[in-house]
């Protein structure tokens, strides 16, 4: 399995660090995980597309992780794309119904191929991968999602947005590589959102191989306070997540 960073950064508008978006391939097939404004052009940077993509994992409907899912539909509809593969769009519980009111309406979903939208179930097969999801805790309004990816004896999560949660050490346990969530610092934690001393502990608690911390907010000081934060919690090997990283997890 591969994963190349699309955006590690937030909402917040930075040339250095996109909105959060991620790309999965695993074996010949190709997912996005989040679809935040940018993705559609940073696929193209890395030299994927949108055309080639099996399906989507939205871990939740907060604008920075959707920003780029609307335009990505409208462009499956338009002259020129030639594919008859299905794409799979899942999201959160709630999600098949947002995509309805919100997103139908302004970019019909295409008719040339299967596309299939689906609130994702808590675990399910799909193109010889096992995914599973987990609630998260991080929205009032709405609900999201991590996601765990399992191939050939590997395990790859993606946290979404969320807080602490006991239960995300469960869901996170024996993964090869974990994409955490880090929106500030420790002494600057917002409610539904992790910190890299919390990352660093779920990653200690579930014995994670890799943790790559993202989804970062401008800070004053150099990034490296992440990775100071972290490692007083965590030994393991750990990176911060940088746009077009690309991290391979080999069977
Ligand atoms: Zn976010
Ligand atoms: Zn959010």
Redesign the pocket.
């Given at each position: 399995m591969k994963v190349i960073v699309l955006g590690s950064g937030t909402g917040v508008p930075s040339l250095r660090r996109g909105s959060p978006a991620y790309w999965l391939g695993v074996d010949d097939r190709q997912y996005l995980i989040d679809c935040g404004s940018g993705t559609l052009l940073q696929l193209e940077r890395i030299g994927a597309s949108f055309r080639d993509l099996d399906g989507a994992f939205i871990t939740?409907v907060?604008a920075?992780?959707i920003g780029d899912l609307t335009p990505m539909v409208h462009a499956m509809r338009l002259p020129g794309l030639t594919r008859e593969k299905p794409f799979t769009l899942h999201g959160p519980p709630g999600f098949t119904d947002f995509f309805n009111r919100i997103i139908a309406p302004v970019a019909a979903p295409p008719t040339r191929f299967p596309f299939l939208v689906q609130d994702a179930p808590l675990a399910w097969n799909m193109n010889g991968l096992t995914i599973l999801s987990h609630p998260t805790p991080?929205?009032d309004r709405f609900a999201?999602r991590a996601y765990r990816f399992e191939h050939q004896g590997r395990a790859i999560v993606f946290s979404?947005?969320t807080d602490w949660d006991d239960g995300l050490a469960g869901f996170l346990t024996g993964a090869d590589l974990a994409l955490l969530e880090c929106s500030t610092l420790d002494d600057d934690k917002v409610e539904?959102h992790l910190t890299p001393g919390l990352c660093g502990r779920l990653a200690a608690m579930a014995r994670v191989r890799r943790l790559l911390l993202t989804h970062f907010y401008p800070i004053d000081g150099p990034d490296s306070l992440f990775l100071d934060q972290c490692r007083a919690q965590f030994s393991g090997e750990l990176g911060l997540a940088e746009d077009r990283l690309s991290v391979e997890i080999a069977p």
């Open positions: 939740h907060h920075d992780h991080h929205s999201s979404g947005d539904g």
